[in-house]
C-alpha cells in the first residue's frame, strides 16, 4: 500500500507524523514553492505532476492505493486536478481541509468578498496602513487599486515584482502570537487587515489583534472544493481512512 499525500500545510505533516508511527507506506508530495519549506516526516518528491493527466498517470505507475488532498484551502488547482486525476486513476481521494474562520465570534462584523481584487477595493473603506497578507501571489490584484496607500505586505519568500514606494514588504513565516501581532500592528498604524479564509491557528492571532486595535478586517472567502470528494478536518480521521483505504 502507498498512500500519497497532497501537502504543503501544517496538517499534511501532521498526517504525515500519524502514518509514520502508525507504519504505513506514504509518500508526500510538495509544489516546490517555496526554498526552505518545512518538510514531513518520511518520503517527499517536490514539484509539479504535469496537470491532471500527469498526476493520473503517476498514480497508476507508482502503484498509489489512495489519495489524501491536504493543500491548503486557496490552492484550488491541485485539488482540481487531484479530483479529475483520482477518477480516471481509480484511486480513492480523500480531501483533508482544517476548518475556516467563518465561525469566529467576530467574523459577522468582518467584510467577506469572494477574490482578491474585490478585497483591494474593500481595503479602500478607510484610511490608514493596510496590512495585506494574502501572500505574494495575489499582489497583483493589490498594487494597482491600493498604489498610493501605505501598506504592510507580509510574505514568506522575497518578492521578485516591484511593489509601489508607500509599500512595506515584511518577510516572515508564522506561527505568530497575539502579542507580536499587536505591536505589529500599532507599530505599522494599521487601520485594515486583508486576509484569506486560511483558517487554522498558526496565522489567526492577526484577527484578535486587529479587533482589539479596531481596525477593519477583510476576508478573503474560501474558493468552492471540487463536487463529490469526501472532506474531513482532522489529521487522524485522514490517517485512519489513508489506512483502511490503503490495505
Ligand atoms: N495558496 C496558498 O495560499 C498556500 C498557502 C500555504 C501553502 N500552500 C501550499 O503551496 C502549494 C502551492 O500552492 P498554490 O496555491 O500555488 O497551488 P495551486 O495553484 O493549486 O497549484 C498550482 C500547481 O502547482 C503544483 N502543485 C501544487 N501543490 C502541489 C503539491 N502538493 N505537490 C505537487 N505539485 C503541486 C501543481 O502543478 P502540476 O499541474 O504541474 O501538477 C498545480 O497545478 C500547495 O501544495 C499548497 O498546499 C499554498
Redesign the pocket.
Known amino acids: 500500500m502507498t498512500v500519497l499525500i497532497?501537502?504543503?500545510?501544517g496538517e499534511a505533516r501532521a498526517l504525515a507524523g500519524i502514518l509514520d508511527d502508525a507504519g504505513a507506506r506514504f509518500l508526500s508530495?510538495?509544489?516546490g514553492?517555496v526554498s526552505r519549506p518545512r518538510l514531513p516526516v518520511g518520503p517527499v518528491r517536490i514539484?509539479?505532476?504535469?496537470?491532471p493527466g500527469?498526476?493520473a498517470e503517476y498514480l497508476r505507475a507508482d502503484g498509489i492505493r489512495a489519495v489524501v488532498d491536504a493543500?491548503?484551502p486557496?490552492?484550488?488547482?491541485?485539488?482540481a486536478?487531484a479530483a479529475v486525476a483520482c477518477r480516471r486513476a481509480d484511486v480513492p481521494l480523500l480531501r483533508l481541509q482544517r476548518p475556516g474562520w467563518s465561525g469566529e465570534p467576530a467574523a459577522d462584523r468582518w467584510i467577506w468578498v469572494d477574490g482578491h481584487r474585490q478585497a483591494a477595493e474593500a481595503a479602500l473603506c478607510r484610511e490608514g496602513t493596510v496590512f495585506l497578507t494574502t501572500?505574494r501571489?495575489t499582489l497583483a490584484g493589490f498594487t494597482g487599486p491600493l498604489r498610493r496607500r501605505t501598506v504592510l505586505v507580509r510574505v514568506v519568500e522575497p518578492l521578485d515584482v516591484a511593489v509601489p514606494p508607500t509599500w512595506t514588504v515584511l518577510e516572515s513565516r508564522g506561527p505568530y502570537g497575539l502579542g507580536a501581532e499587536r505591536a505589529l500592528m500599532r507599530e505599522h498604524g494599521v487601520r485594515v487587515l486583508v486576509t484569506?479564509d486560511?483558517g487554522g491557528a498558526m496565522t489567526r492571532a492577526k484577527l484578535d489583534a486587529a479587533d482589539e486595535l479596531g481596525a477593519a478586517v477583510v476576508v478573503v472567502r474560501r474558493p468552492s472544493a471540487p463536487a463529490g470528494v469526501a472532506t474531513v478536518d482532522s489529521a487522524q480521521a485522514a490517517a485512519e481512512w489513508a489506512v483502511a483505504t490503503a490495505q
Open positions: 497532497l501537502g504543503g500545510t508530495s510538495l509544489a514553492r514539484g509539479g505532476f504535469g496537470g500527469g498526476l493543500t491548503h486557496f490552492a484550488a488547482g491541485i485539488s486536478n501572500g501571489q484569506k486560511s
